[in-house]
């Protein structure tokens, strides 16, 4: 049976990781997908994490199964995280937490529980996603909608058609959001849009599932959950999915959370019955390690004081890099604006580069970028990106 089964495509992002891998060119640059480097271009774990593997180390433990949801505890430090102690929605406890397989393990188990609870509705995707987003919610059996969101000429968010087009949104449809450093443009709402868009959404009756899997990478990491904070204020019912990927540097452990909120604590309980239903069908229980790091990290206050300074760090270094992106072509000569870069927030910047020069930059410099123009920020360094900014100037 399996002799007629063709090739798949290679993935958009992970896809570029393999063949940058396999590339012989010693001044290769990879810039696809997104994962943090230092100014030496590693990727090295984070001081706290290391220190709270220690003390888990230490404290022997057990390789038993975690509940469904994964560990009461990491759920309260989760929202602890997403929310800030004092929100309405933490006071009245109408959220309940599951910790899911990394931040893609989220959005596939709120897809797995729309779709059980709600049918096949769609979910309205902004244009441009993260490319695996129509992935996963097809997966699940969901269809999809789109609303205008990158405004590619003026180089930044088109509200009055993301407005309007989820005007058109029938109630009980689900509409994604990115909390903050959107992935891929970099663009975010400010607090007034968020308030407008929530009055929207409550107002069309309509699901906000909000992607959240860069916290502290954007202006802080209070600053960066402002949004989701404010929609939470004023609607009742939202699915936000995090991840720990990148803020605390976990990628290979696969460690993010669903977070299901409902109008009352009885409702969200009810609800989150049949996410655990989900998980239960998919992966059963969550793997533990990625969980009681995050959990022993915000538990202790030097673990956390620790890797908030460490978040700020990477932060700051990322920006510093895109100042140093734009200066450096500047000082090539280029006479083509691409200040909007500064103004971009997150780990990507989306660079406005064509597909044909994306692949060019890949077959004559061995430099690999998203074939959208997305380039990982976080992947320059000081070393690379004379070279970087000199096969810019080339290919444009
Ligand atoms: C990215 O967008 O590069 C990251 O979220 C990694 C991934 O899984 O695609």
């Not at 230092?38 to 709270?52: F, N, W, Y």
């Not at 188990?109 to 729309?114: K, L, N």
């Not at 959001?177 to 849009?193: E, T």
């Not at 049949?274 to 069908?281: D, P």
Request: one cysteine or more; proline letters at 5%.
């Amino acid at each position: 049976m399996f002799e007629q089964i063709e090739m798949a495509p290679a993935d958009a992002i992970l896809g570029l990781t393999d063949a940058f891998k396999k590339d012989p060119n010693p001044n290769k640059i990879n810039l696809g997908v997104g994962i943090y480097k230092d100014g030496d271009g590693g990727t090295p774990t984070l001081e706290s994490v290391r220190k709270a593997e220690k003390r888990i180390f230490e404290l022997g433990g057990t390789k038993t199964y975690l509940p469904i949801p994964g560990s009461p505890a990491f759920g309260e430090a989760v929202r602890t995280l997403l929310f800030g102690e004092t929100h309405p929605v933490i006071q009245s406890r109408r959220a309940c937490t599951a910790h899911t397989p990394g931040g893609t393990g989220a959005l596939r188990v709120a897809s797995d529980f729309i779709r059980r609870c709600f049918g096949p509705v769609p979910v309205w995707v902004c244009n441009p996603t993260w490319a695996n987003h129509a992935a996963i919610f097809e997966a699940a059996g969901l269809s999809l909608k789109t609303y205008p969101y990158y405004n590619a000429e003026a180089k930044n968010l088109d509200f009055t058609g993301m407005l309007n087009a989820l005007e058109r949104a029938e109630t009980g449809e689900v509409i994604l959001l990115h909390a903050c450093c959107h992935n891929p443009s970099g663009v975010d709402l400010n607090p007034d849009q968020w308030r407008e868009a929530a009055s929207l959404i409550k107002r069309r009756g309509l699901l906000p599932l909000v992607d959240f899997a860069y916290q502290g990478f954007g202006d802080g990491l209070d600053e960066d959950a402002a949004g989701v904070r404010l929609l939470c204020e004023s609607v009742d019912e939202v699915l936000v999915c995090t991840s720990y990927s990148k803020n605390f540097g976990l990628y290979r452990e696969r460690c993010g959370a669903l977070t299901l909120v409902a109008a009352s604590e009885d409702r969200a309980e009810r609800a989150f019955s049949h996410v655990e239903k989900a998980i239960r069908a998919n992966y059963s229980n969550p793997p533990a390690h990625g969980g009681e790091i995050v959990t022993t990290v915000l538990n202790d206050p030097e673990l956390q004081g620790l890797w908030r300074n460490e978040v700020t760090e990477m932060r700051n270094r990322i920006n510093g890099m895109r100042v140093l992106l734009v200066d450096t072509l500047k000082d090539l000569g280029v006479t083509q604006d691409f200040s909007f870069i500064k103004q971009q927030r997150g780990m990507f910047s989306f660079s406005g580069l064509s597909r044909e020069q994306v692949a060019a930059l890949r077959d004559q410099y061995a430099i690999y970028i998203v074939g959208s123009g997305r380039i990982n920020v976080a992947g320059i360094t000081e070393t690379n990106v004379l070279p970087l900014c000199r096969a810019i100037v080339d290919i444009l």
